[in-house]
């Protein structure tokens, strides 16, 4: 098993260009994350889905979009990159549990997409 | 305040030594504790979570005091290969429980 994987994995956008991250997992988890990790900031969470066709806003999600159309895929869009997105993106994916406390659970991470808005 | 505060370090320790990490949490109604361990320029991994009694894995024991809101990490033996950045992560206290990551506490192992 692959596990999750990201494409790509660096990435450079000039001011106002848009892109699309994309992550795929085949661990059959129910639910993926977007996170940002910054200098001395730790890893903050962009937006997250519990289910196929379903996303919400996270920590810091202005400037992003998602889409969950498939199990398997997240994708992170940016509709006019800003030099603050310079960043390092990881997606995640955990199992679901009954207590529905998705958050508890181990999450997996892919390897990461280093994305620099110049 | 942050709501996840680590001593961002370095540490820098000889093999064999013994280290410990703190990490404090500012809401009370976290529910849920771990360490994730990540490599220079690596996905973060989940090392161990942190259980009310305290728990152990090999050169690892993690413990957690919710009445000071403080939970620890203490390593022995330490190794080459335990050079890493050590995420101190919480959980719960919303309505999604989304995990609320520190900012990391760097660990060198030197010969």
């Known amino acids: 098993n692959a596990g999750v994987t990201q494409t790509p994995k660096f990435r450079v956008l000039k001011t106002g260009q848009s892109m699309t991250l994309l992550c795929a997992q085949d661990?059959?988890?129910?639910?993926m994350y977007w996170y940002r990790q910054d200098p001395g900031m730790g890893l903050r969470l962009i937006h997250y889905?519990?289910?196929?066709?379903?996303?919400a806003k996270g920590e810091v999600p202005d400037g992003y979009n998602v889409s969950r159309l498939k199990k398997q895929n997240f994708l992170l869009g940016l509709e006019s990159a800003a030099p603050s997105q310079t960043s390092v993106y990881f997606c995640?994916?955990?199992?679901?549990?009954?207590?529905?406390?998705?958050?508890?659970?181990?999450?997996?991470f892919g390897p990461g997409t280093r994305l620099t808005v110049l | 305040r942050k709501e996840v505060e680590q001593d961002p370090g370095p540490f820098n320790v000889p093999e064999g030594a013994t280290v410990a990490f703190n990490c404090t949490y500012s809401?009370?109604?976290?529910?849920?504790f771990f360490w994730y361990r990540q490599d220079c320029r690596k996905e973060p991994k989940l090392l161990m979570s942190?259980?009310?009694s305290g728990n152990e894995d090999g050169r690892f024991t993690a413990q957690l005091n919710r009445a000071s809101q403080y939970i620890s990490l203490l390593i022995r033996d330490s190794k080459l290969s335990d050079s890493a950045t050590y995420l101190c992560?919480?959980?719960?206290?919303?309505?999604?429980?989304?995990?609320?990551f520190g900012q990391g506490t760097i660990l060198t192992v030197h010969p």
């Open positions: 995640a994916s955990s199992y679901s549990s009954d207590s529905g406390r998705f958050a508890y659970n181990e999450q997996f």
């Open positions: 661990m059959n988890h129910e639910y």
């Open positions: 889905s519990v289910g196929e066709g379903t996303t």
């Open positions: 809401n009370s109604a976290s529910q849920s």
């Open positions: 942190v259980y009310s």
């Open positions: 992560v919480v959980a719960g206290g919303t309505s999604y429980g989304k995990l609320t």
